[in-house]
């Protein structure tokens, strides 16, 4: 599978600062994605984990659109132990991406969160993150029932 040209398909552009796969969907599509720190043209690409998924990045949408960002924000800071998970996932974005010296999201302060987008990304790719989880778990049916992303291999066009 040319991996490259699903991403394409499925961000309907074409996939910039790709590294890898980083998760794959349970119908065997790139669904997180591992970027290079920067793109071919050395433009900054501060997101490591980029959700790729059609349909896990429609529910992370209506997520953020019934207030998520705030509500999740709320949430850390309120609570300690997602306070904490949220602290250690900054400073381990940090680690693994020392280039550009940003957290998840291309955020300068851990506890200000702006796209949970790639906090779940950060999450599927990094399994054991409590705020990324709870992100996902607020989505009923995280994958596709029907394998779209194998449109991008037939050739057609994405809707």
């Known amino acids: 599978m040319d991996d490259e040209r699903v991403v394409s398909w ?3 552009r074409p996939a910039r600062a790709f590294r890898r796969v980083a998760v794959r969907c349970p119908h065997g599509f790139p669904a997180v994605t591992e970027q290079a720190p920067f793109g071919d043209d050395g433009t900054p690409f501060p997101t490591t984990y980029y959700l790729t998924c059609p349909w ?3 529910g992370i949408a209506r997520v953020e659109a019934s207030g ?3 509500r999740f924000s709320r949430a850390a800071a309120a609570d300690p132990g997602l306070r904490e998970s949220l602290e ?5 974005q940090r680690r693994i991406r020392p280039e550009l010296e940003v957290g998840i999201a291309g955020t300068r302060k ?3 969160l702006k796209c ?3 906090h779940a990304a950060f999450a599927l790719a990094r399994p054991g993150y409590e705020l990324g989880d709870r992100i ?3 989505i009923a049916e995280p994958w596709c029932p029907d394998a779209r992303c194998g449109d ?3 050739g057609r066009n994405r809707e």
């Open 56 to 58: 896990l990045v429609a």
């Open 152 to 154: 991008a291999l037939a």
């Open 68 to 70: 998520g960002v705030e």
């Open 10 to 12: 499925q961000l309907g």
């Open 136 to 138: 996902m778990a607020e």
């Open 88 to 92: 250690h996932a900054d400073a381990e």
């Open 110 to 112: 851990p506890d200000n």
């Open 116 to 118: 949970l987008h790639a």
